[in-house]
Protein backbone atom coordinates (compact mmCIF):
# COMPACT_ATOMS: atom_id res chain seq x y z
CA UNK A 1 0.00 0.00 0.00
CA UNK A 2 1.06 3.37 -1.08
CA UNK A 3 0.30 5.09 2.47
CA UNK A 4 2.75 2.44 4.46
CA UNK A 5 4.88 3.01 1.62
CA UNK A 6 5.12 6.78 1.97
CA UNK A 7 5.53 6.62 5.86
CA UNK A 8 9.03 4.29 4.82
CA UNK A 9 10.18 7.18 2.87
CA UNK A 10 8.70 6.25 -0.68
CA UNK A 11 8.81 9.47 -2.60
CA UNK A 12 7.41 7.22 -5.31
CA UNK A 13 4.59 6.21 -3.40
CA UNK A 14 4.04 9.80 -1.87
CA UNK A 15 4.33 11.00 -5.73
CA UNK A 16 1.26 8.57 -6.29
CA UNK A 17 -0.67 9.28 -3.77
CA UNK A 18 -0.49 13.10 -4.82
CA UNK A 19 -1.39 12.82 -8.46
CA UNK A 20 -4.19 10.12 -7.56
CA UNK A 21 -5.89 13.21 -5.07
CA UNK A 22 -4.92 16.43 -5.87
CA UNK A 23 -8.04 16.91 -8.86
CA UNK A 24 -10.03 15.86 -6.32
CA UNK A 25 -9.03 17.55 -3.37
CA UNK A 26 -9.00 20.91 -5.34
CA UNK A 27 -12.97 20.33 -6.58
CA UNK A 28 -13.34 19.37 -2.87
CA UNK A 29 -11.26 22.81 -1.53
CA UNK A 30 -13.44 24.75 -3.97
CA UNK A 31 -16.97 23.46 -2.22
CA UNK A 32 -15.67 24.69 0.89
CA UNK A 33 -13.99 28.24 -0.21
CA UNK A 34 -14.43 29.93 -3.63
CA UNK A 35 -10.69 31.35 -3.17
CA UNK A 36 -9.32 28.72 -5.38
CA UNK A 37 -5.32 30.43 -4.69
CA UNK A 38 -6.17 29.43 -0.94
CA UNK A 39 -6.96 25.83 -1.94
CA UNK A 40 -3.92 25.16 -3.72
CA UNK A 41 -1.99 26.50 -1.03
CA UNK A 42 -4.07 24.72 1.19
CA UNK A 43 -3.01 21.96 -0.68
CA UNK A 44 0.44 22.23 -1.55
CA UNK A 45 1.10 23.00 2.32
CA UNK A 46 -0.81 19.85 3.82
CA UNK A 47 1.35 17.83 1.16
CA UNK A 48 4.79 18.92 2.45
CA UNK A 49 3.31 18.38 5.92
CA UNK A 50 2.75 14.78 5.11
CA UNK A 51 5.76 14.60 3.69
CA UNK A 52 7.57 16.38 6.59
CA UNK A 53 5.96 14.33 9.22
CA UNK A 54 5.56 11.12 7.20
CA UNK A 55 6.88 9.07 9.82
CA UNK A 56 4.21 10.08 12.83
CA UNK A 57 1.53 9.19 10.49
CA UNK A 58 -1.29 7.23 11.50
CA UNK A 59 -2.10 4.38 9.34
CA UNK A 60 -4.87 4.67 6.80
CA UNK A 61 -6.88 2.39 4.92
CA UNK A 62 -8.47 4.98 3.40
CA UNK A 63 -5.96 7.79 2.19
CA UNK A 64 -8.78 9.86 0.11
CA UNK A 65 -11.07 10.30 3.70
CA UNK A 66 -7.73 11.34 5.42
CA UNK A 67 -7.01 13.84 2.99
CA UNK A 68 -9.90 14.95 2.73
CA UNK A 69 -10.58 15.87 6.14
CA UNK A 70 -7.14 17.44 6.70
CA UNK A 71 -7.82 19.94 4.15
CA UNK A 72 -11.47 20.61 5.45
CA UNK A 73 -9.44 21.19 8.68
CA UNK A 74 -6.63 23.66 7.06
CA UNK A 75 -9.59 25.11 4.99
CA UNK A 76 -11.53 26.10 7.92
CA UNK A 77 -9.11 27.35 10.19
CA UNK A 78 -7.75 29.47 7.57
CA UNK A 79 -11.47 30.63 6.80
CA UNK A 80 -13.21 30.28 10.25
CA UNK A 81 -16.23 32.64 9.82
CA UNK A 82 -17.15 31.52 5.75
CA UNK A 83 -19.68 28.93 4.99
CA UNK A 84 -19.02 25.82 3.61
CA UNK A 85 -19.48 24.70 0.32
CA UNK A 86 -19.30 26.91 -2.93
CA UNK A 87 -22.18 28.22 -4.80
CA UNK A 88 -20.25 26.84 -7.37
CA UNK A 89 -21.34 23.45 -9.55
CA UNK A 90 -21.75 20.21 -8.33
CA UNK A 91 -20.78 18.33 -11.63
CA UNK A 92 -22.59 14.92 -12.56
CA UNK A 93 -20.45 12.24 -14.44
CA UNK A 94 -21.97 11.46 -17.60
CA UNK A 95 -22.31 8.20 -19.38
CA UNK A 96 -21.93 7.78 -23.26
CA UNK A 97 -24.94 6.27 -25.39
CA UNK A 98 -24.45 3.57 -27.63
CA UNK A 99 -27.19 3.99 -30.04
CA UNK A 100 -27.12 3.46 -33.76
CA UNK A 101 -28.74 6.47 -35.14
CA UNK A 102 -27.03 9.59 -35.29
CA UNK A 103 -30.11 11.58 -34.77
CA UNK A 104 -31.51 9.68 -31.72
CA UNK A 105 -28.15 10.05 -29.49
CA UNK A 106 -28.11 14.08 -30.49
CA UNK A 107 -31.33 14.12 -28.52
CA UNK A 108 -30.41 11.64 -25.79
CA UNK A 109 -27.42 14.44 -25.71
CA UNK A 110 -29.84 17.86 -25.20
CA UNK A 111 -32.25 15.50 -22.90
CA UNK A 112 -28.96 14.37 -20.73
CA UNK A 113 -27.74 17.56 -20.51
CA UNK A 114 -30.88 19.46 -20.39
CA UNK A 115 -31.18 17.10 -17.13
CA UNK A 116 -28.00 17.92 -15.78
CA UNK A 117 -28.06 21.74 -16.27
CA UNK A 118 -31.73 21.00 -14.05
CA UNK A 119 -30.41 19.58 -11.41
CA UNK A 120 -27.41 21.67 -10.95
CA UNK A 121 -29.61 24.08 -10.65
CA UNK A 122 -31.27 22.62 -7.63
CA UNK A 123 -28.35 21.61 -6.36
CA UNK A 124 -27.08 25.29 -6.12
CA UNK A 125 -30.50 26.42 -4.31
CA UNK A 126 -29.41 24.04 -1.39
CA UNK A 127 -28.44 25.24 1.39
CA UNK A 128 -23.94 25.00 1.49
CA UNK A 129 -23.92 22.40 4.35
CA UNK A 130 -26.34 20.21 2.50
CA UNK A 131 -24.39 21.00 -1.23
CA UNK A 132 -21.58 19.86 1.10
CA UNK A 133 -23.24 16.62 2.42
CA UNK A 134 -23.90 15.50 -1.08
CA UNK A 135 -20.83 16.26 -2.71
CA UNK A 136 -19.35 14.01 -0.02
CA UNK A 137 -21.83 10.95 -0.12
CA UNK A 138 -22.83 11.12 -3.50
CA UNK A 139 -19.83 12.23 -5.63
CA UNK A 140 -17.01 10.94 -3.64
CA UNK A 141 -18.23 7.91 -2.15
CA UNK A 142 -18.00 9.19 1.55
CA UNK A 143 -19.41 6.87 4.22
CA UNK A 144 -22.08 8.70 6.28
CA UNK A 145 -19.85 7.69 9.54
CA UNK A 146 -17.15 9.52 8.11
CA UNK A 147 -19.04 12.72 6.71
CA UNK A 148 -20.64 12.80 10.32
CA UNK A 149 -17.00 13.32 12.04
CA UNK A 150 -15.84 15.47 8.57
CA UNK A 151 -18.66 18.01 9.20
CA UNK A 152 -18.18 18.13 12.81
CA UNK A 153 -22.00 16.63 12.84
CA UNK A 154 -23.36 13.40 14.75
CA UNK A 155 -24.59 10.50 12.60
CA UNK A 156 -28.18 10.82 13.10
CA UNK A 157 -28.06 14.62 12.09
CA UNK A 158 -26.09 14.10 8.58
CA UNK A 159 -28.74 11.32 8.01
CA UNK A 160 -31.40 14.03 9.18
CA UNK A 161 -29.15 16.33 6.53
CA UNK A 162 -29.22 14.81 3.61
CA UNK A 163 -32.85 13.54 3.79
CA UNK A 164 -34.01 17.02 3.75
CA UNK A 165 -31.90 17.49 0.88
CA UNK A 166 -33.28 14.89 -1.14
CA UNK A 167 -36.66 15.47 -0.28
CA UNK A 168 -36.04 19.44 -1.25
CA UNK A 169 -34.37 17.87 -4.86
CA UNK A 170 -37.42 15.57 -5.28
CA UNK A 171 -39.93 18.04 -5.01
CA UNK A 172 -37.78 20.92 -7.15
CA UNK A 173 -37.61 18.15 -9.75
CA UNK A 174 -41.25 16.80 -9.42
CA UNK A 175 -42.34 21.11 -10.29
CA UNK A 176 -39.90 21.48 -12.62
CA UNK A 177 -41.22 18.30 -14.95
CA UNK A 178 -45.05 19.07 -13.96
CA UNK A 179 -44.38 22.70 -15.40
CA UNK A 180 -42.77 21.09 -18.55
Known amino acids: MDWARLKEGDQAAFERIYSTHVKLLVLYGLKITDDHALVQDSIQDL ?71 TLRQMLNGLPRRQQEAIYLRFYNNIAYEKIAEMMGMNYQSVLNLMQRALKTLRKAYSNRTSRS
Open 47 to 117: FIEIWRNRRNLSHTTHPKYYLFRALRNKLSRSHPKQSYVSEGELLLASGDLQVDYVELDIMAREAEAQHRQ
